[in-house]
C-alpha cells in the first residue's frame, strides 16, 4: 500500500469521523427539543476505507400513530372539558341564590300569602321572590345561550388554526420533495421529517383524520370520510359557513361550501366543540326552558282559578316575552300588571278573600309535574344539575386518562428517539479516538511518502 493510498484512508477516516462528532454535537444541542429524533451515522466500510453513507433518523413510525390518535382523544376530551366547566359554574347551588333556593321561596311566599291573603307585605314578597326567580331563568338562559356562542366562535378559530397548519405541512412537502425520491438523510432532510411530524400531531389535537406517506417524503392526509386535505403540494381549505336557521357555523370546504362537513368530524377539539354547541348545552337548553314553562303554565292555571282583591279572576301570573309560542327560560317573566298592582294577585279561591287558591299553589311544589308525572319542580332541576355535574366529572376523568397514555405513549417515544446525554457522550470519546486515530495515520502516511521520494531523488 502507497503513501498516497494511506493519506486517502487517513483522509476518508477523518472527514467521516468528523462528520460523527458533528453529528453528536447536534445531538446534545437538541436534546430539550420537543419532538426531536435523535439522529446517528452509518458508517460504511469499503474495499480500504471507511465512510459515512448516510444520516439515519431514530423514529419508531407506528409509535406516531398512536401518539396522533392519542393526541386527537386528548384534544377532543380537553376541549368538553373546559367548556363544561364553565356551564358547570352557571349552575353552581354550592353558596346557594340559585334556582333551586328560590323555587323553595317562591312556594313558601304563597304559604305566607295563604295565611294572610290581603297582607300587603306578604304580596310584595311574592312579586319580589318571583321576579328573583324569573330574573335567574333568564340569566341562565342567556348563559348557556353564550356558552353556544362561545363554542361556535372557537369552531372558527380551530378551522383557522387547522388551515395553517395545513399550510404549513404542505409547505414542508414541497421542501422534502425537493431532495427527490431515494434520497440519502442528512441532517436538515431529518429536521424537515420531525417538522413534518410534529405538524401532523398538531393538526390530531383539532382534527381526526389519517395519511400515508408518499415515496417522495410527502404526506397525504385525509379526513374520515376520505376527503382530502392534503396531498402532496395540494391542499383543500376548510371554511365555516353561518347555518340559514342557527346562524351557527358549518363546516365546509372553501371551493365547495354546500357539503356539510360537521359529522365527519368525530375527534378533536373541532369535534368536541361542535358537539358542546349543537346537543350538550341543547340538551341543557331544553330542560331549563321545560322546567320554566311547564311552572308558568302550572302556576297560570291555577292562578286564572282564583280571585284577586278586586274580587276579578286571576290573569297570568307569568309570561313570556317573545313570539308567540316561544316558551324559553331566557324571556320568562312576572306579569306586568302583577308587578304594578300587587292586589292583582289571586289568592282566593272564591270573591269572599280567602287564601285558598294561595295554599293550592303552593302545594305545587310537591307535585309531580315534571318528566311525564315522574318527579317535582324542585327534583327535575336537581337532575339537570346533577346531569351538568356527571357530564363535567366524566370529561374530566376522561380528560385525565387520555393525558395518561399520551404520557405514557411520549415518553415511550422518548425512549427511542429521545437523546441521552450519557450516550452520546460516549459516542463522542469514540468518535474522538476515531478522529485522533485517522490523525496519526495522516502523518504516517505523510512520513511515508517523504521516505518514497527521499528514495526516488
Not at 343 to 355: E, L, P, Q
Not at 426 to 446: D, H, M, P, W
Request: hydrophobic share 35%; charged share 20%.
Amino acid at each position: 500500500m502507497s503513501g498516497i493510498s494511506v493519506l486517502t484512508i487517513a483522509k476518508d477516516g477523518l472527514l467521516s469521523h468528523q462528520t460523527a462528532i458533528n453529528l453528536t454535537g447536534t445531538n446534545v444541542t437538541n436534546a430539550s427539543t420537543e419532538n426531536y429524533s435523535r439522529q446517528r451515522a452509518i458508517f460504511s466500510t469499503t474495499l480500504e476505507s471507511v465512510q459515512i453513507t448516510g444520516i439515519e433518523r431514530i423514529y419508531d413510525q407506528f409509535l406516531g400513530v398512536q401518539i396522533n390518535e392519542q393526541t386527537n382523544n386528548l384534544g377532543y376530551s380537553q376541549a368538553r372539558e373546559d367548556a363544561l366547566k364553565e356551564i358547570e359554574m352557571i349552575f353552581n347551588e354550592t353558596n346557594g341564590g340559585g334556582i333551586n333556593q328560590l323555587l323553595s321561596e317562591f312556594w313558601n311566599a304563597w304559604g305566607d300569602l295563604s295565611a294572610n291573603p290581603s297582607g300587603e307585605a306578604e304580596r310584595l314578597t311574592l312579586v319580589s321572590t318571583a321576579e328573583s326567580l324569573t330574573s335567574l331563568f333568564r340569566s341562565y338562559g342567556d348563559d348557556l345561550l353564550s356558552a353556544q356562542n362561545d363554542a361556535n366562535d372557537r369552531v372558527a378559530r380551530l378551522v383557522d388554526d387547522a388551515n395553517d397548519i395545513v399550510a404549513d405541512i404542505v409547505d414542508t412537502n414541497e421542501k422534502i420533495m425537493q431532495y427527490g425520491t431515494g434520497a440519502t438523510d442528512d441532517t436538515s432532510l431529518n429536521a424537515l421529517r420531525d417538522t413534518q411530524d410534529s405538524l401532523l400531531s398538531s393538526l390530531a389535537e383539532i382534527v381526526d383524520f389519517h395519511y400515508t406517506r408518499n415515496e417522495d417524503g410527502s404526506v397525504s392526509v385525509f379526513l374520515s370520510n376520505g376527503l382530502p386535505l392534503v396531498d402532496g403540494t395540494q391542499s383543500w381549505e376548510l371554511d365555516v359557513v353561518a347555518d340559514s336557521e342557527t346562524s351557527f357555523y358549518n363546516i365546509a370546504f372553501t371551493d365547495d361550501p354546500t357539503q356539510e362537513l360537521n359529522s365527519v368530524l368525530t375527534g378533536g377539539s373541532l369535534a368536541a366543540y361542535l358537539e358542546i354547541r349543537d346537543t350538550t348545552v341543547v340538551g341543557y337548553m331544553d330542560s331549563l326552558d321545560t322546567l320554566a314553562a311547564t311552572l308558568a303554565s302550572e302556576v297560570n292555571t291555577q292562578h286564572g282559578l282564583g280571585y284577586d282583591l278586586n274580587q276579578d279572576a286571576g290573569g297570568p301570573f307569568f309570561y313570556f316575552d317573545a313570539d308567540p309560542g316561544v316558551e324559553e327560560a331566557r324571556y320568562l317573566r312576572v306579569s306586568d300588571e302583577i308587578v304594578s298592582d300587587t292586589d292583582k294577585i289571586a289568592a282566593s279561591s272564591t270573591v269572599n278573600g280567602d287564601g285558598e287558591n294561595a295554599t293550592t299553589i303552593s302545594m305545587l311544589q310537591d307535585e309531580l309535574t315534571m318528566s311525564g308525572g315522574t318527579s317535582t319542580f324542585g327534583s327535575y332541576y336537581s337532575a339537570l344539575v346533577g346531569q351538568v355535574g356527571q357530564d363535567t366529572a366524566y370529561a374530566s376523568s376522561s380528560s385525565t386518562r387520555n393525558s395518561d397514555l399520551l404520557t405514557q405513549l411520549t415518553d415511550k417515544r422518548d425512549e427511542v428517539s429521545g437523546v441521552s446525554i450519557d450516550e452520546e457522550m460516549i459516542n463522542l470519546i469514540k468518535f474522538q479516538t476515531g478522529y485522533n486515530a485517522s490523525a496519526r495515520l495522516v502523518a504516517a502516511a505523510e512520513e511515508l511518502s517523504d521516505t518514497l521520494m527521499s528514495l526516488v531523488g
